[in-house]
């Protein structure tokens, strides 16, 4: 049977409190490896002390991307399964991903569903993940786990996500599309592995101009051959959804592709 890592990370003193009213399922076969940054001196909550299945990794490091690494680095299951702080799990979801893996032996990296307020639009049924993605399809981190025997070597790029200097956001985009393009063997699968009860951290009514490199950036690094017209077109969509005016996108969009060149230049251990 194969055994699976959740990389949890969580953030600030009050971190601990959110992993804890988590409610982890104990499931043989499963640790819980939890990455607390910027946890200053808080403690850890007994409960999560008794539990011999999770383990608690400090970091003073800033950014979701870095985080995510930070726990990685202290997986050692079969399987690596993202997670962040505020999913509600039930055993049986966390067992149907050791699942997937169990009977899908070629599969290197998996998708799935997860209960979300403002979800993606999914793929109605069991699809290989290409170049581009099936329209529609977004991911985020914790709908993704992986195979650590033949995808040991992925890292999210700390240039990218939430608490990033210059572009928050598309860390897991990149993560994913820096999959397929390594050749890995990525499918989604119509499995709900969880829920999300809020809307997520990063969700704005106004996107930020961090928000807007990051997206001008991906891009670039995504579609460098109809980059132009698809930046128009992302600002177009911002500006009808009022979340930016079409110039205000279009600047720092750009700004975020003319980027693009130096970041796969010097990101071929988080690219591809």
Known sequence: MLTLDLALITYGPEG????????LPSIAGVRYIVSWQRGGDAVVPQSLLDRGDITIVRTDSRGAAVNRNN????CTADIILFADDDLIYTPQQ???VIDTFQNNPDVDLATFEATHPCGPVYPKTSCRLGDPLPKGY???AYQIAYRRKSCGDMRCHPEFGAGAPRFVGADDELFLLSAIRRGYDCRFFPINICTHPDLSTG????????NLRAIGCYIALAYPMTAPLRLILKAWRAKKSGQSSMLRAMRHMATGAAAAPAILRNGHRYLW
């Open 16 to 23: 601990m409190h959110r992993v804890e009213a988590m409610n």
């Open 71 to 74: 726990a990685i680095e202290q």
């Open 94 to 96: 966390i067992q149907s």
């Open 138 to 140: 977004w991911i985020s």
């Open 203 to 210: 969700t704005t009514a106004t996107l930020s101009e961090g």
